[in-house]
């Protein structure tokens, strides 16, 4: 993908290595509608329907386009509950893709956090990670464990450009260890590709560094790998001792060092599933017993045949660059257009999605008022493009029951992998500049419901005034009778 240059340079665009042959029709709703279908959705975008959006870009999860391939091998899918051979066809993929003897099927990313805080987390320990993800820590908090975030400090920086903002800050993590005290420790957790703070990437050479504390102390690494796709590009393409490494050989490095690598197949993959894999089989065997008891037998573990034939190919696709370019490079085009129009992103780009730095566009909206959400409905008003609130909504409240305010108050809109056109992606950066222009007819949300565990899935909010009328009308006012 990133070979190909224009003749004319400076319309260098992202371009495709792939053709489109399946299409799926899309509705724009007029303004109107869409304020309505806002407010139905108790303006939380994970409630409104699939069929009110025009672009959806609340996740990169289970919604990448599949490849012929990966079509092609779901209809020799052999479905039977023990032994099947697309078990023996994903485990000999995931061998070849990692390098890893052992295998434990989930039916998807966060069933396999459940399966390691269960297995090794006990009250009162610690898990020390570059970033928590939402799933992860209510996994380990739900087990009596808390969570350290140990993020280098540029990473949480808005601005600040540097190649690895998701890197773990390896003079905290020792002095860390020497505080709490290696038993104390249930597992470090290098979580690749960065989802909360913008999608940002680890090095490869952060991440052995932190294998190698985490060997010398006796304590567990475990590498969340369900982003790594894109991590992988930008460890191809920002690293220097990456160059002559090819994809594989970064992923069986990485599988090497690591004591444990779980995933979301919805991510890594194009897929649907998940998977825990390590070299240590007594590892493995101190979650085994959970499969048949959460997931499904050992050869399956919740995941549906035809899933688990994509897995495989789409894990093979994954070593192929073209293939891993097309996600990165047109979120960079994303926030690039964004940033041209002085909007203010997180930067540099990252993975899986343009970020929108909310907590700057909205300096009026205090945290307790939900900034990145009601900038997400704003944008779904605007132009039927549904994003997601990644801020303080997506935090859980402290165990006293205040609010815990998040570092960054962001909206993410996620490009899901092969699936939008570059006129797509023009578009939404049109009708996100527009909201900027307008940001000061935006105003506060409050709670409506708001559930007690992972509040931002389906709370319900109610906006603060009649703001979202007027930017409704503002837009008509501005675009005439366009959707
Ligand atoms: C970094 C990371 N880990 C784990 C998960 C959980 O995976 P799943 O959605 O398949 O449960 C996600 C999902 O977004 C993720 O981004």
């Not at 032994?83 to 994903?90: A, D, H, K, P, Y």
């Not at 590709?193 to 010398?216: D, F, R, W």
């Not at 050992?298 to 995941?303: A, I, P, S, V």
């Not at 935090?395 to 205040?402: M, S």
Request: hydrophobic share 40%; charged share 25%; proline share 4%.
């Amino acid at each position: 993908m990133s070979s190909v240059k224009f003749y004319k340079s400076e319309e260098q665009v992202p371009m495709e290595m792939h053709k489109v042959r399946v299409v799926q029709k899309l509705y724009l709703l007029p303004v109107e509608e869409r304020l309505k279908r806002i407010k139905e959705a108790g303006n939380n975008t994970f409630l409104l329907q699939n069929k009110d959006v025009f672009m959806d870009m609340i996740t990169d999860s289970g919604v990448n386009a599949m490849s012929d391939n990966q079509v092609a091998a779901m209809s020799i899918a052999d479905d039977s509950y023990a032994g099947s051979e697309t078990f023996n066809r994903l485990i000999k993929a995931i061998e070849e893709v990692f390098g890893t003897k052992y295998f434990l099927p989930t039916h998807q990313g966060r069933a396999c956090e459940n399966i390691l805080a269960e297995t090794f987390v006990k009250p009162g320990m610690f898990t020390i990670m570059n970033f928590h993800f939402t799933t992860t820590k209510a996994h380990i908090t739900r087990m009596g464990g808390s969570v350290i975030e140990m993020v280098t400090p540029e990473g949480i920086e808005p601005q600040n450009d540097v190649p690895f903002k998701g890197n773990f800050d390896i003079p905290r993590l020792k002095q860390t260890i020497k505080e709490l005290g290696a038993k104390n420790i249930a597992f470090v957790r290098i979580e690749a590709g960065t989802n909360l703070i913008g999608g940002q990437p680890v090095s490869l050479q952060n991440m052995l560094e932190v294998a190698e504390i985490c060997k010398e102390n006796g304590i567990l690494s475990v590498l969340d790998a369900s982003l790594l796709q894109d991590n992988l590009y930008f460890m191809k393409t920002r690293e220097a001792m990456c160059k002559d490494m090819s994809i594989k050989d970064i992923m069986h490095k990485l599988a090497s060092v690591m004591d444990i690598v779980y995933f979301s197949a919805r991510k890594l993959s194009f897929a649907r599933g998940g998977a825990i894999i390590s070299n240590n089989e007594e590892l493995i065997l101190k979650m085994k017993g959970f499969i048949p008891l959460y997931e499904g037998f050992l050869t399956y573990g919740g995941m549906e045949v035809r899933s688990m034939e994509a897995m495989a190919v789409g894990l093979m696709e994954t070593l192929d660059m073209e293939y891993i370019s097309q996600g990165p490079q047109f979120i960079q085009y994303l926030v690039d257009e964004l940033d041209k129009y002085g909007v203010p992103m997180i930067k540099p780009a990252g993975g899986l999605g343009a970020h929108v730095n909310a907590g700057e566009i909205l300096p009026h909206i205090p945290h307790d008022q939900s900034p990145a959400a009601a900038l997400a409905t704003a944008i779904y008003i605007a132009g039927g493009v549904r994003g997601m609130e990644r801020g303080t909504l997506s935090e859980q409240r402290n165990p006293d029951g205040t609010e815990k305010f998040a570092e960054l108050e962001l909206v993410r809109l996620a490009v899901p992998r092969r699936v939008f056109t570059l006129s797509q992606i023009k578009y939404c950066a049109d009708r996100v500049k527009w909201v900027y222009d307008n940001r000061d007819l935006i105003g506060g949300l409050k709670w409506e419901d708001e559930p007690s565990v992972l509040r931002f899935f389906f709370g319900r909010l109610q906006p603060i005034g009649d703001w979202q009328e007027k930017l409704a009308a503002k837009y008509r006012a501005d675009f005439g009778d366009s959707l």
